[in-house]
């Protein structure tokens, strides 16, 4: 079955223990992404990959971290997590190019208390 | 700046009338729209979508339509089912830019189908 997986489901931790959600993907895409879903503020981009080791700024990037080393996986990490960084998130992935029409596939999500 | 706008946070509609989510957006360069639908637990899902070319997309009991002049856009589902309950999401991108892969999220619409 196509998908990606996210790892852990739920997580709740404390202030500046260094943390990693893991996501990986079974479709050989080349583009990740992962987001942050806030009340009232919808999904917004963290980082984002377009292939192995390319990685980019999203949106709200700052204290966050990724890395791309194998197609598949696309962890975030979480150097020294803060309250404000509790939030729901998500990975995506898609194809790239003009074909692919941009459409991305989600994981079930993760969902962190940062306390 | 929220390029990507959905100014009704909920809507509750009665089973089998029509219900009509609608987004706005502000960046004339996007040229592709999705709509997502996403339940309680689970990542967003692919429901839609329409390129900035066509003003019209159905796709069973969904229909997304376009108004470049005017930067709207509105999921009509007919008729409205209580599995329809979640929340729905816009979003656009800029397909025609080579390696352009990011979508920009609106805030979500809840809708509620009642009985």
């Known amino acids: 079955e196509a998908q990606v997986t996210q790892n852990p489901r739920y997580l709740i931790t404390v202030t500046g223990k260094k943390l990693t959600v893991t996501c990986s993907q079974n479709m050989n895409h080349e583009y990740m992404s992962w987001y942050r879903q806030d009340p009232g503020l919808g999904l917004r981009q963290i980082y984002y990959s377009m292939n192995v080791e390319v990685t980019d700024k999203g949106d709200v990037p700052e204290g966050y971290k990724v890395s791309r080393k194998e197609k598949r996986n696309f962890p975030l990490i979480l150097e020294s997590p803060s309250p404000n960084q509790t939030s729901l998130y998500f990975c995506?992935?898609?194809?790239?190019?003009?074909?692919?029409?941009?459409?991305?596939?989600f994981g079930a999500g993760t969902r962190l208390s940062v306390l | 700046d929220q390029q990507v706008k959905q100014n009704s946070p909920s809507l509750s509609v009665q089973e089998g009338r029509i219900s009509i989510l609608n987004c706005d957006y502000t960046?004339?360069?996007?040229?592709?729209f999705l709509w997502y639908k996403k339940y309680p637990a689970e990542g967003p899902t692919f429901l839609i979508s329409i390129s900035s070319i066509k003003d019209k997309n159905e796709d069973g009991r969904f229909t997304v339509f376009l108004n470049k002049s005017a930067k709207h856009l509105s999921l009509h589902i007919v008729p409205s089912q209580p599995g329809d309950s979640a929340v729905y999401f816009c979003?656009?991108?800029?397909?025609?830019?080579?390696?352009?892969?990011?979508?920009?999220f609106g805030q979500g619409t809840r809708l509620t189908i009642n009985p």
């Open positions: 960046n004339s360069m996007f040229d592709y």
């Open positions: 979003a656009a991108s800029r397909r025609k830019i080579q390696g352009a892969q990011k979508l920009v």
């Open positions: 995506a992935s898609s194809l790239v190019g003009y074909l692919a029409k941009n459409i991305q596939y």
